[in-house]
């Protein structure tokens, strides 16, 4: 006998006394698979549904009577059952060598079981401490540390099949439509699990719930959470094992290849913050620091439109500009809407959760150290980012587009990159231009820059072609607007 094929050798038990009755005993029956090596049959016998669960964990639950048939056998005694319960049997077959078939099927060759109830009036669904119940599975790294910001979502199911620490399996929601399930959590180190918020089933058979970052008024520190089971009839409670995530407000970046830094902010769409550094950069560490509303406030009045704030830096150095741009993907929240496919992940409605900010309309910022100024970017409305490229780090942020009065020219007239002190060390344009070319005053062309379409905003820092510091003086800008019209400004650079 194959095991792989034995499976489909076991037809539909038969029962005594039908399907489902009411009877003092009952006698399981079936035909007789055909292999050649064929040894045995195995009944199971449980007080809940096996239909959710594999062989090897029904084999594995102290809570499953197992019974073994020897041929020529093709039936057996359930043995002495109590009234008032539903009994639940399926069938394997085993061979010479102990290997054992799948779980038997009706004439479909769909998974079947047969269900007895013995006497009485109805009978309570079993108790929590009774049956196998769903292992909470967190499906991003729980070792990972996270920036506070994102989303999460939470899922459980059942734990593998060989009692391992993979991924959960799907879960059989009648089996369990007595229960109600929450996810129950705290951000406190000590005490009881007190935030709460439901878990409801998806159709691929897990329990799902989803957690904003500032629902868990997380900003730093450990995540404890649980998933809760509540019987409807009894009120009985159990929680699984509690796990733990962890968040800080200011990380370093972990490095991937080459340049590319990243910190992930929740587990939803991967919307990881992002930072790509010139190639020629040596850098082996960024910093980050993620600005609550009390940070943005200490600088100025935060602008209208404000979705999140960073302070980007690299360790032991202040007030970093590259020669060449560097790219910030900078994430948002868009995880409320509908959930078409049924993952526990909410499709979107195309507005910044928790706002009525159209995503289309989102840029990058930067605070200039008065004001927070739009620089352009690319919208992600997929991964919920937006791109774009910069020449120094400083503070960034994810805001609502708005047209600056400045128009392409930039709000830095005069310049001292030399100081590097972080004042007037680059000029930004504004967020319509789309080409720059700086002269000097001897109308030589020193400076040329285009947009691409991770930025509709350039910048100079005080640079030439060559990533030399040009001498003091006055600098003319010839700016390429996107409506294609020309216009000039002028640029003081001074020691």
Not at 142 to 161: I, K, N
Not at 291 to 317: F, H, K, Q, T
Not at 447 to 475: I, T
Request: overall charge negative; charged content about 20%.
């Amino acid at each position: 006998m194959k095991k792989s094929l034995a499976v489909w050798g076991i037809v539909a038990l038969l029962c005594s006394g039908g399907r489902s009755g009411w009877a003092a005993a009952a006698t399981l029956a079936w035909d007789a698979n055909s292999e050649a090596d064929l040894a045995g049959y195995r009944l199971y016998q449980s007080t809940y549904s096996l239909l959710s669960y594999s062989v090897q964990q029904v084999r594995n639950d102290p809570a499953v009577v197992k019974k073994t048939v020897s041929l020529p056998e093709l039936s057996v005694d359930a043995g002495s059952l109590s009234a008032n319960t539903t009994y639940y049997f399926r069938l394997t077959a085993f061979n010479g060598a102990g290997a054992e078939s799948g779980f038997n099927v009706d004439t479909g060759s769909q998974p079947a079981e047969v269900v007895v109830y013995f006497g009485g009036p109805a009978a309570a669904s079993p108790s929590l401490s009774a049956r196998r119940l769903p292992r909470f599975h967190l499906a991003p790294d729980t070792a990972a540390s996270y920036l506070p910001g994102g989303v999460f979502l939470f899922r459980a199911g059942l734990a593998p099949a060989d009692g391992g620490e993979g991924a959960a399996e799907a879960v059989s929601q009648s089996a369990l439509e007595d229960l109600a399930f929450a996810l129950v959590y705290s951000n406190e180190l000590g005490g009881d699990l007190t935030g709460s918020v439901s878990m409801e089933w998806n159709p691929n058979g897990f329990l799902v719930s989803r957690l904003h970052t500032k629902d868990m008024n997380m900003s730093s520190g450990v995540l404890r959470f649980a998933c809760e089971m509540t019987h409807k009839a009894t009120g009985e409670k159990s929680r699984t094992a509690e796990q733990t995530v962890s968040f800080s407000a200011k990380a370093r970046l972990r490095k991937l290849e080459g340049n590319l830094f990243e910190i992930r902010t929740g587990n939803v769409r991967e919307r990881d913050l992002r930072v790509k550094l010139p190639d020629n950069a040596e850098v082996s560490e960024v910093e980050i620091s993620s600005l609550s509303e009390p940070d943005v406030r200490a600088l100025s009045a935060p602008p209208e439109g404000l979705v999140s704030a960073y302070d980007i830096s690299i360790p032991g150095r202040a007030n970093t500009v590259f020669q060449n741009p560097a790219t910030l993907t900078l994430p948002y929240n868009d995880a409320d809407g509908p959930d078409a496919d049924g993952d526990g992940i909410a499709d979107g409605d195309g507005l910044v959760d928790g706002t009525s900010i159209d995503e289309r309309n989102l840029q990058a910022g930067w605070f200039d150290g008065s004001s927070w100024r739009t620089i352009g970017g690319l919208v992600d409305a997929e991964r919920n980012t937006v791109t774009v490229q910069v020449t120094h780090f400083s503070l960034f942020a994810v805001m609502e587009g708005k047209k600056s009065p400045a128009g392409a020219r930039a709000e830095e007239t005069i310049l001292s990159p030399a100081l590097q002190d972080g004042i007037n060390d680059v000029a930004v344009f504004g967020a319509e231009v789309f080409e720059l070319f700086i002269f000097d005053f001897d109308g030589r062309d020193i400076f040329h820059a285009a947009a691409d379409e991770f930025s509709s905003s350039l910048s100079w820092n005080g640079q030439d072609k060559s990533g030399r510091l040009v001498p003091a003086g006055l600098y003319i800008a010839k700016i390429r607007q996107k409506d294609g019209r020309w216009i000039y400004q002028k640029m003081l650079v001074v020691k």
